[in-house]
């Protein structure tokens, strides 16, 4: 069993700047396939950013140039750095990671509040 747990969020002014973070416990964390999702209430989760074994990025739209995904697997944590925030940013952000064949163990975090205001 994996256990996911997210930190790092909070409110920040429009182009302010957040990192989250993300700590896996449970499994190799080297092997899996960790993203960045982020949901609104009435809307579908949606993929934000996500990061391979071998630290191949692949990034939404909305945020490419402003958010970094990494990954440190040594002390089995991922982050997400997040710059010139918008308000169209606020969300719940959860960590998700991927094991196996197709990728086909899947575990979540329980999610942290990030919320872009004046």
């Known amino acids: 069993q994996v256990q996911l747990l997210e930190s790092g969020g909070g409110l ?3 182009g302010g700047s957040l990192r989250l973070s993300c ?15 982020r949901q609104v ?5 949606e993929l934000v950013a996500s990061i391979t074994p071998s630290e191949s990025a692949n990034y939404a739209e909305s945020v490419k140039g402003r958010f970094t ?3 440190d697997n040594a002390k089995n944590t991922g982050y997400l750095q997040m710059n010139s ?34």
């Open 12 to 14: 920040v002014q429009p």
């Open 85 to 118: 925030l918008k308000p169209e940013d606020t969300a719940i952000y959860y960590c998700n990671a991927r094991y196996g064949p197709a990728w086909s163990y899947d575990y979540w975090g329980h999610g942290t509040q990030v919320t872009v205001s004046s």
């Open 69 to 71: 995904i990494s990954r």
């Open 41 to 45: 209430p009435g809307k579908q989760r």
């Open 23 to 37: 700590v896996a416990s449970g499994k190799n964390f080297d092997s899996n396939l960790m993203g960045w999702y």
